[in-house]
């Protein structure tokens, strides 16, 4: 049986469980494609699915939910596809026919199924787009999972306008980092946090009004002061942020909650929510046509991903251990070249 490289947890004690190692090359089923990885990125979901921190755990188990690549064999049954067609991954299964919520079998690459951290993976034919033709592999590989929840937050869930202010946390994060892009693309006027002041520089320099310090207790009140009070806000720390920022949303705010780094309560004080008329939205990731439609966005305004470092997948370590630091952006894991023997 012909043998690949994948990146597999086979026990859930840290990003050190990850390993490099040798699995079977997987063959395409019927309405599937097999897919020849070029590069991956990593998510904060690797790090909370090493510490066995991640609902309906699956081990052994190949991670990785991002991938871009070219396709390298056919199923039976796949039409309007070709073996060398470049291509970007959805990195979920079955969100089914909803567009409002998942269905109950909506699953993600790499967790409890097979995912990009490896030479090769099979997935069906729908889950393949065409990589923008503006993108490399690396490029592309970066937005998957981060780019899809930003997405999603923004459109689907805020309607941002031209000219709303947006309040976006913790700049460094993927996430966070493609909704600073997108936001700023729409026409939007964004502020950020971070508790690193060379990240509120180059969240400037991707056209941030401005940045507060999370670890200065009176940075709401200069947030409320700078922006006028947010329409917008995208947030993947409440516990640590919303107590700040709960007096700097504006009438008729939209909050949109995607995340839970810092811990997973948070307190609201009510008269300051409920006077201001504003919403709180939970999200997580995004349905088949959000993912369409942020490539299309993607495209349309030539953006490009913040990667903050790249690494081969022989150092996934270096990878993960990157991951863990103060980073700013995506942190991506090169596979193969295109069109490289394996
Ligand atoms: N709902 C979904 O579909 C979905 C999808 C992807 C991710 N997530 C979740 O969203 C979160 C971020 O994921 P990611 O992959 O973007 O993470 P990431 O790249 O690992 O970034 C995490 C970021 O959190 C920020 N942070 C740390 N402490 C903070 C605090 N006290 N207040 C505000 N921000 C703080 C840091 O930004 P600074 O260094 O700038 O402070 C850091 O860069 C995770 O909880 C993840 O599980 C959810």
């Not at 019927?30 to 066995?52: F, Q, T, Y």
């Not at 079998?105 to 030479?119: D, H, Q, V, Y």
């Not at 996430?175 to 936001?183: G, Q, R």
């Not at 004080?269 to 993912?291: Q, V, W």
């Amino acid at each position: 049986m012909t043998q690949m490289k994948a990146v597999v947890l086979t026990e859930a004690e840290g990003p050190g469980s990850a390993r490099l190692q040798s699995e079977p090359r997987p063959e395409p089923g019927p309405g599937e494609v097999r897919v020849r990885l070029c590069a991956a990125s990593l998510n904060h979901r690797e790090l909370w699915i090493s510490r066995g921190q991640y609902p309906g755990m699956n081990l052994p188990s190949i991670l990785g939910a991002d991938g871009s690549g070219v396709i390298d064999a056919l199923g039976d049954g796949v039409d309007g596809l070709n073996v060398g067609d470049d291509v970007v991954l959805y990195p979920a299964r079955d969100w089914g026919t909803n567009e409002a919520y998942p269905s109950d079998s909506f699953c993600l690459l790499g967790m409890p199924i097979p995912g990009t951290l490896a030479e090769y993976l099979c997935v069906p034919a729908a889950n393949v787009a065409p990589r923008p033709a503006h993108l490399s592999h690396a490029q592309a590989a970066a937005f998957p999972t981060a780019a899809v929840t930003a997405w999603r937050a923004l459109t689907v869930k805020a309607a941002v306008r031209p000219g709303d202010r947006v309040l976006i946390t913790g700049i460094g994060g993927g996430v966070a980092t493609f909704a600073l892009s997108f936001a700023v693309a729409m026409g939007a006027d964004v502020w950020v946090t971070s508790g690193t002041a060379s990240n509120i520089e180059q969240a400037v320099a991707l056209g941030a009004k401005g940045g507060f310090d999370y670890h200065d207790e009176a940075w709401g009140k200069a947030a409320r002061k700078a922006s006028g009070g947010f329409d917008v806000v995208i947030d993947g720390a409440p516990a640590g942020a919303y107590a700040a920022y709960g007096r700097a949303i504006a009438m008729g705010a939209r909050i949109v909650i995607y995340g839970s780094t810092q811990g997973p309560f948070f307190k609201v004080n009510a008269p300051e929510f409920f006077l201001r008329h504003a919403t709180i939205h939970g999200t997580a990731m995004g349905s088949p046509a959000d993912f369409s439609a942020m490539l299309d966005f993607v495209a349309k305004k030539g953006i490009t991903p913040v990667i903050q470092a790249s690494f081969p997948l022989d150092d996934i370590a270096g990878a993960f251990d990157a991951l863990q630091d103060a980073h700013f952006g995506k942190v991506v894991v090169e596979i193969a070249k295109p069109g490289s023997a394996t």
